[in-house]
C-alpha cells in the first residue's frame, strides 16, 4: 500500500504560477511511475501528467504541455507539478496517484492507485 498526500493549492490569477507537492509513503519501493489528474466540477477525472519513479521520463497531456512540468525528489518520496501560465480551464481539484504496473507511462486513470485527497486549484481569470 502507498499513502499519497497532496499539497500546494490555492487561489491564483490568470497567468500566475503554483507548485504542488504529492508525497508518498508505504510500499515505495513498488512505483512504476506516478501520475497527476485533475477533476473539474461536472466533469470526468483527466490525465495532466506522469514521471517514471526510476528514469524520470515524463508524459504530458497535450494542454498542459509547455505549461506544467512535472518533477520527482526520490530522496523525499516526493512527486512536484509546476504550473505556469494558469488558464480559468486549469481550475479543478488536482490528485496524484501511483502506477505499481511494469510498462510505460498511462495516460489511464484505472492503471492507478493510491489517489491522494486531492488539492483544489482554482484560477481566477
Known amino acids: 500500500q502507498v499513502q499519497l498526500v497532496e499539497s500546494g493549492g490555492g487561489l491564483v490569477q490568470a497567468g500566475g504560477s503554483l507548485r504542488l507537492s504529492c508525497a508518498a509513503s508505504g510500499t515505495i519501493f513498488r512505483i512504476n511511475a506516478m501520475g497527476w489528474f485533475r477533476q473539474a466540477p461536472g466533469k470526468e477525472r483527466e490525465f495532466v501528467t506522469a514521471v517514471k519513479w526510476r528514469g524520470g521520463s515524463t508524459l504530458y497531456a497535450d494542454s498542459v504541455k509547455e505549461r506544467f512540468a512535472i518533477s520527482r525528489d526520490n530522496a523525499k518520496n516526493t512527486v512536484y507539478l509546476q504550473m505556469n501560465s494558469l488558464k480559468a480551464e486549469d481550475t479543478a481539484v488536482y490528485y496524484c496517484?501511483?502506477?505499481?504496473?511494469?510498462?510505460?507511462?498511462?495516460?489511464?486513470?484505472?492503471?492507478?492507485?493510491?489517489w491522494g485527497q486531492g488539492t483544489q486549484v482554482t484560477v481566477s481569470s
Open positions: 496517484a501511483a502506477d505499481f504496473g511494469f510498462s510505460g507511462l498511462t495516460r489511464t486513470p484505472s492503471r492507478y492507485e493510491g
